[in-house]
């Protein structure tokens, strides 16, 4: 595994605080150009920027893009862009989520068809053109992160729309990672547990809940070590879910309760 310096960061779906605390992890290691491809770019410059230590003149620079991942032909003319200002990324972080009102039963067909395309249909399309880019050309190590979810092991019942297309971007970015093998090109797949951020804003902490700071820093340590394969954060969810996706389904419904 050759490890990966991390000159230009492309984060899709910009404006996440997950994705803010893995730049402000990575930075520091030789990053220079951080792209945040977000719907609100400007939005995204100001999070970011928070979460980046204080600034020195070896701080990296941090430009906005406006991009959508519902527009699956925008992936193509943003990475062009980002090549042309700033040189093709070293990692590219996709960080696109909507977690809707939390629940599964009640929601109509345009709001499930919107989170499958927002968490699945569009994610997936946006990795399929980053992965032929960054593997066409020659290099040493270049990462694709992308930010699942344990809420995709085992789907809850006031979840398994969110956590159904979590499941379906995950599996596809394990095939891909597959696919990948022998260019360089790794991808690791990131399967947070619950995580205080905006998305969360308002729900009852789960058990094991953890910070952005806290994924930020395993996404990082993988990235920078040429890591690939699956991280869960915290490590611990990684054998318990291991244990909870074989449940009985009876069990598993008293297990997951409501929550
Ligand atoms: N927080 C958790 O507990 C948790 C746990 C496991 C996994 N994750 C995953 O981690 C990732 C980051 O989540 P987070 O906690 O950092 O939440 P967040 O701050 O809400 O980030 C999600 C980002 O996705 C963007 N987004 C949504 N729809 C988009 C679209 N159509 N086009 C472009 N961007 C879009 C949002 O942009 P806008 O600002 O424009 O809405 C927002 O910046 C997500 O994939 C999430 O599923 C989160």
Request: proline share 8%; glycine share 12%.
């Amino acid at each position: 595994m050759a490890a990966i310096t991390p000159g230009t960061v492309l984060v899709l779906g910009g404006g996440s605080d997950i994705g803010a605390a893995c730049v402000a992890a990575l930075a520091g290691n030789g990053l220079r150009d951080v792209v945040l491809a977000a719907r609100d770019p400007e939005a995204a410059v100001r999070t970011v920027t928070a979460a980046l230590p204080e600034p020195t003149d070896d701080s990296p620079r941090v430009h906005g893009l406006t991009w959508d991942a519902l527009d699956v032909g925008a992936t193509g003319p943003l990475l062009d862009e980002v090549v042309d200002r700033w040189g093709l990324p070293d990692v590219v972080v996709v960080a696109v989520g909507l977690l809707g009102h939390h629940a599964g039963l009640g929601l109509g067909p345009a709001q499930v068809d919107e989170m499958v395309r927002t968490n699945f249909a569009g994610p997936a399309a946006a990795l399929a053109v980053v992965a032929e880019r960054l593997a066409a050309e020659p290099g040493t190590g270049r990462s694709i992160v992308v930010l699942s979810s344990v809420a995709g092991v085992r789907p809850r019942r006031s979840n398994f729309v969110y956590g159904s297309s979590k499941a379906g971007v995950d599996a596809f970015a394990q095939g891909l990672g597959d696919a990948l093998a022998g260019t360089p090109v790794r991808v690791l797949v990131v399967r947070p547990g619950f995580v205080r951020s905006s998305m969360t804003e308002g729900l009852d902490p789960a058990p094991f809940a953890t910070d952005p700071d806290t994924v930020g820093r395993a996404v990082a340590r993988a990235v920078l070590s040429g890591r690939s394969g699956v991280v869960s954060v915290p490590g611990v969810l990684r054998p318990l879910f291991g244990v909870l996706r074989l449940l009985p389904r009876p069990w598993w419904q008293r297990v997951a309760g409501d929550r």
